[in-house]
Structure formats: C-alpha cells, structure tokens
C-alpha cells in the first residue's frame, strides 16, 4: 500500500501510517529531512502531488500551521495559507486525504486528537481533516494531573518527572523526556516541536487501510 506523506517533517505521520500496513512511504518537504526514516524527495509538495498524487492509495498531508496557530499574532513574518490550495488539489487526485492541521485551521469536519487519548503524556492537539470522513477518536482526552505549559509553572524544569504531561513546545524541555511522551526515538529538538506522535495516524491508519481495501465504509465525503 502506498502512501504520499506531503510537508513531511521528521516522519511522525509516516510511522504511524507504516505500523497499519501502508509499506511504501514518499515524504516530501521543502528543507531537508536527513532522518526521515522512508523514501524523500526534496521538492514543493504541491508541485509533487500535482504530478504523482494519482499513483498513491492514499495522501496525507501536514501543510504549515504557522498563520493558524492561537500564537501567530506574537509572530514575525507573512506564513502561507495553505489549507484550500492543498484540499484542491487532494480532492483532484481522486484519492482518500487527510489534512492534519492545528485547532483554528479552517478544516472541514475535523477529527481532534490528542496525545492523552492514547496513554502518551503529551499534550498536543490536532485535527484531521479526513475524506472519507472519520468521526471518532480512540477515547476521550484524559487531562488529568499537571502540563508543562501551564503559566503557574514558570521556571520549573520540563522534565516527566516534574509534569503529568510536557506540551513540547520552545527550547525548555529534555529532549530525552520530550521524545518519550510522544514514543519518538529519531528526532532533534527542533523536529520534535513541529511533528505529531504516529499514534495520531495509526488510529487513522486503520480506518483508511479498512476503507481502502473495502471492509468498511465510514461516513462520506
């Protein structure tokens, strides 16, 4: 089965999407991914799928969040709004897509995930713009205890074992702890920041797998 992994990252979704049974991974982004762990092409995601969306079973993609983010105000610089040009071209391949996005991304029926649904302790939450639609996350969130990110806990280390939950965000956490709470062992500092644990898109995975080899029909799109 093959997948089309667009602004890829490090590999997060990839992996998740690898653990489902999708063997044929191409990433593409436009910097360099030295550890994204499947194929990669250096390149304009939009360009590429343009080109070889057809060839895939299905797509996903991560377009940058920057102009969505709660934070982009306290930002320097212009950020693409990348959301409707990617759908359009996801709808024009024919294939199934995923669009995973930050919350205040203009996303159609969006599934929510965090990392608390799947027993992480990571708080990260995203959704997912999926066609064929799929409407339901694994559990509910579970925010339980106390996250790094939190304003009442300024100056006290990030680390597992100061927090129930680390948010992976800015330069003040342990890396070691940090890809711990997402189960990621590959990724810098820097990747960590912008990537998604693979349980996110294993959950996804699944559904799209069943979807694709026509044992289920979810929703509609």
């Known amino acids: ?19 489902v049974g999708f063997d044929e991974i191409v990433g593409v982004d ?10 990669f092409v250096l390149g304009d995601a939009l360009e590429y799928v343009r080109e070889h969306g057809h060839e895939f079973d299905a797509i996903h993609a991560s377009p940058p969040c920057q102009e969505y983010s709660t934070l982009a105000s306290l930002k320097n610089g212009d950020y693409p709004k990348l959301i409707e040009p990617v759908r359009e071209a996801l709808v024009a391949t024919g294939k199934p897509y995923v669009i995973e996005n930050v919350k205040g991304a203009p996303l159609v029926n969006p599934l ?8 992480l302790r990571v708080q990260r939450h995203r959704l997912f713009e999926c066609n064929p639609v799929i409407w339901f996350p694994p559990h509910p969130c579970n925010h339980w205890g106390k996250a790094s990110g939190g304003r009442n806990f300024t ?10 939950f680390l948010t992976i965000a800015g330069n003040d956490y342990i890396v070691g702890d ?8 590959w990724m810098t500092r820097t990747e ?10 294993e959950h996804i995975g699944k559904f799209l797998m069943s ?4 044992t289920v029909a979810i929703g509609g799109g």
């Open 192 to 201: 960590l920041s912008q990537a998604i644990p693979p349980a996110y898109t």
């Open 178 to 185: 940090g890809r711990r709470a997402m189960s990621i062992d």
């Open 155 to 164: 100056g006290i280390r990030k680390t597992l074992e100061n927090f129930s």
């Open 1 to 19: 089965m093959k997948l089309l992994d667009l602004f890829c990252g490090a590999g997060g979704s990839a992996v998740g999407y690898n653990r």
């Open 112 to 119: 929510t995930l965090c990392g608390s649904m799947f027993g």
């Open 30 to 39: 436009n910097r360099p991914m030295p550890r994204y762990p499947f194929a």
């Open 211 to 214: 979807i694709i080899c026509g």
